[in-house]
């Protein structure tokens, strides 16, 4: 078993490279002392803008993507094992990555990234029914929320290999704990929503 600890360990090494960080160091800024203080792409949107949030998206997608893509590469084996591992590792190098102090981001896009690869069918219905919660609702948090829980619940359903729906439960806790804060400021009505994109604004208003 020493291949998947091995491929974790690349995962959380690479998944420490955060994109929030990384380019707001170019502009002299940490994401983390300012906005909402995560270090992710939608504190990243607030911080230092549309273009630049983009690429810290990418950066934090491709990077899980990587991860899962070198453990097959090294480390071939089935079930995967190895791969599941470094998508699972990618996912904890974001929320606590080592270049940076520990002090991370909430590990959505780097679960997506991981999930790109180790459950591809998936994928376009976890993105809509997260697209569908931000549109509804208006929340980041809340669309994420939801595909983690979407996503947690295929770890009981024989989906796929037991790694692969291991990796689904744990990345989907992760993602949830991550967002503890949030869900407390969803429940006392005070957790940030963006305006432009909440589609029921006028139902609501009525």
Not at 107 to 128: D, E, I, K, N, Q
Not at 156 to 166: C, I, K
């Given at each position: 078993?020493?291949?998947?600890?091995?491929?974790?360990?690349?995962?959380?090494?690479?998944?420490?490279?955060?994109?929030?960080?990384?380019?707001?160091?170019?502009?002299?800024?940490?994401?983390?002392?300012?906005?909402?203080?995560?270090?992710?792409?939608?504190?990243?949107?607030?911080?230092?803008?549309?273009?630049?949030?983009?690429?810290?998206?990418?950066?934090?997608?491709g990077?899980?993507?990587?991860?899962v893509?070198?453990?097959?590469?090294?480390?071939?084996?089935t079930?995967?094992?190895?791969?599941?591992?470094?998508?699972?590792?990618?996912?904890?190098?974001?929320?606590?990555?080592?270049?940076?102090?520990?002090?991370?981001?909430?590990?959505?896009?780097?679960?997506?990234?991981?999930?790109?690869?180790?459950?591809?069918?998936?994928?376009?219905?976890?993105?809509?029914?997260?697209?569908?919660?931000?549109?509804?609702?208006?929340?980041?948090?809340?669309?994420?929320?939801?595909?983690?829980?979407?996503?947690?619940?295929?770890?009981?359903?024989?989906?796929?290999?037991?790694?692969?729906?291991?990796?689904?439960?744990?990345?989907?806790?992760?993602?949830?704990?991550?967002?503890?804060?949030?869900?407390?400021?969803?429940?006392?009505?005070?957790?940030n929503?963006?305006?432009?994109?909440?589609?029921?604004?006028?139902?609501?208003?009525?």
């Amino acid at each position: 078993m020493i291949e998947p600890v091995f491929a974790l360990l690349i995962g959380y090494l690479l998944g420490s490279f955060s994109g929030s960080l990384l380019l707001g160091r170019l502009f002299g800024v940490d994401v983390r002392e300012h906005g909402s203080g995560n270090a992710g792409g939608t504190n990243a949107l607030r911080v230092l803008g549309a273009r630049v949030a983009l690429l810290v998206v990418l950066i934090d997608l491709g990077k899980a993507s990587l991860a899962v893509a070198v453990a097959w590469l090294l480390l071939p084996a089935t079930p995967d094992w190895p791969g599941a591992a470094a998508g699972l590792g990618a996912v904890l190098g974001h929320c606590y990555p080592l270049w940076h102090g520990f002090r991370g981001g909430k590990g959505v896009a780097s679960a997506a990234g991981a999930s790109f690869l180790l459950m591809p069918l998936w994928v376009p219905a976890l993105a809509a029914l997260w697209l569908l919660g931000l549109l509804a609702s208006g929340f980041v948090s809340l669309a994420s929320l939801l595909a983690a829980a979407a996503l947690a619940l295929l770890a009981f359903f024989p989906f796929a290999e037991l790694p692969v729906r291991l990796f689904a439960g744990l990345v989907a806790a992760l993602v949830i704990l991550r967002h503890e804060a949030n869900i407390e400021r969803l429940i006392q009505g005070r957790e940030n929503r963006f305006e432009r994109i909440w589609l029921l604004k006028r139902f609501f208003a009525k």
